[in-house]
């Protein structure tokens, strides 16, 4: 169990390979895992990566295309002969939420947890909001309609003093909203300001995914200032022509994504299979922007 | 290419493991592949075991688990990718070819090849023939309806003794019949035996696969003098009492459907995953029939 860490699943592209699995990512965050694209050996590569089928609470899709989307069903499969309880949301487009139950009516018909769809577009809005995290989509640019992810954690609460706590006698009932800024008042009525109470809260971690799309600078808005910022690089310069007839990017335009929106950190992935290499990549990508690393099967980012 | 070679690309059961892959074969056939089930993770088996895709030119689906199943549309998509071209056909239960439709029509709309359904159900019936082999299928007893498959190579020319063919000046119109059994007249009349012009052909081997069924000693009716017999052994005999609730068999079980078969050789697979060895299988079903062996991923067993 992880703060808020991004796990590599799968960074390939299109089909898999010898070299890299289809599109998946899980997020480690807390209590629960959430999943991002779910292309097929996604169960397969959960097992390797020790993560584990009963705290898999959220699938979020971000279009669908096969290796994004096709290691649901027997992921959902796996998940029905493990027993696992409870509910599971999937954010998928209603066209994928319609085939996904026709392929479960066939091959899955009773499971042992509930699944809940949760109908997304892809535009600007919040799709799941909790205390301690912020779900978003925004529109990416693709062949087939595509959404990006955004996962901002919430602001935490300050840290109490506990010796100016002691000092001043504070009840335990103030203690909560001391903890997210409020001032005390004395019975005398003097008042204290919070900063002489507590200290500054732990820093609140974003983390913004972008599989499929074409350069857009549109997406830079979306993603200003994310901790991590997850952007596909299907392309090196070599193939740079074939990127964007085909709905994607090169790593030099991932670089320009993560330099417009002045992210933490670039990581780099859906590598087409034409390289052997991810060398390139990092190197051009380099040139646009500093903080850059390739992901790769296995591939652990803490946030935090 | 291979003459007849089974190819075994998973043989373990109902979810994939770290240790088994889904059920997959590829019988590698003179110049064609054929598939016999078609577990999530099939397509990358191939590759790894360089199994060229533009080779596959049937698919044989045992019957509508997802572990037997839902490796298909990520692999169509991929041979669509990869521009396979010809037909391909699947033989596949009516509801198979349905939901294979659907899933086709939102993740591969478009493919580079033809495919072919070709309806089975699970009865006795020749379900594809050719100048070279006949694939049959017949009934086992699982949860839900399930066919085996039986693949038998067809007989082969008689090989032409050179130095008599000359010895009688026989005309090269004649030899094609020769090689079939035809005795030749020469024009005075006078009869020659055709196993005075020939040499006895190659032998032509059969291999039947039991995908996943309970002990039925019908079955071994149905598989009877087989060169090579998969059978599945889903359990060893210290789990005997799950084997029949749930469709299953032991190893001891289908070693003795092997002996009642007079088979030449039986393939164990389908293994539960609670097992980290196969050691108990091969014991307990050599103790039924004795030339037995157990499937793993990338072993290749020639039958000719």
Redesign the interface.
């Known amino acids: 169990m992880a703060n808020f860490q991004v796990n590599i699943l799968g960074c390939g592209s299109?089909?898999?390979?010898?070299r890299h699995m289809p599109a998946c990512q899980v997020i480690d965050f807390r209590d629960r895992l959430f999943m991002i694209d779910c292309g097929?050996?996604a169960?397969?590569q959960m097992?390797?990566q020790r993560l584990k089928f009963s705290r898999l609470s959220h699938i979020f899709i971000s279009h669908?295309?096969?290796?994004h989307?096709?290691?649901l069903?027997?992921l959902l499969?796996?998940l029905a002969?493990?027993e696992k309880g409870g509910t599971l949301t999937i954010h998928t487009f209603d066209?994928g939420a319609r085939?996904l139950r026709?392929?479960m009516a066939?091959?899955?018909r009773e499971t042992s947890f509930e699944i809940n769809y949760n109908i997304i577009t892809p535009s600007r809005a919040v799709i799941f909001e909790d205390h301690a995290i912020t779900v978003e989509t925004f529109p990416l640019y693709h062949r087939v309609p595509c959404a990006g992810f955004k996962f901002t954690e919430k602001p935490k609460p300050r840290h109490l003093r506990g010796d100016m706590i002691r000092f001043y006698n504070i009840p335990v009932s103030r203690l909560e909203d001391i903890r997210h800024g409020a001032d005390y008042i004395t019975p005398d009525g003097t008042v204290i300001a919070n900063d002489r109470l507590t200290t500054p809260a732990d820093r609140s971690a974003s983390y913004a995914y972008c599989s499929d799309t074409v350069y857009n600078p549109a997406v830079a808005d979306d993603v200003r200032g994310v901790d991590v910022l997850y952007h596909e690089s299907t392309y090196a310069d070599d193939f740079a022509a074939k990127a964007a007839p085909r709905g994607h990017s090169t790593a030099r335009e991932a670089g320009r994504i993560a330099a417009a929106a002045g992210v933490g950190r670039l990581v780099l992935g859906h590598y087409s299979k034409a390289y052997d290499s991810e060398e390139p990549f990092l190197r051009e990508a380099s040139e646009e922007f500093p903080d850059v690393i390739a992901a790769r099967e296995g591939m652990k980012i803490d946030l935090l």
Chains 1, 2 share one sequence.
């Open positions: 299109a089909t898999p390979s010898v097929e050996g169960q397969l097992m390797r669908l295309h096969g290796d989307f096709l290691g069903p027997g499969s796996t002969l493990h066209e085939i026709q392929i066939v091959f899955c």
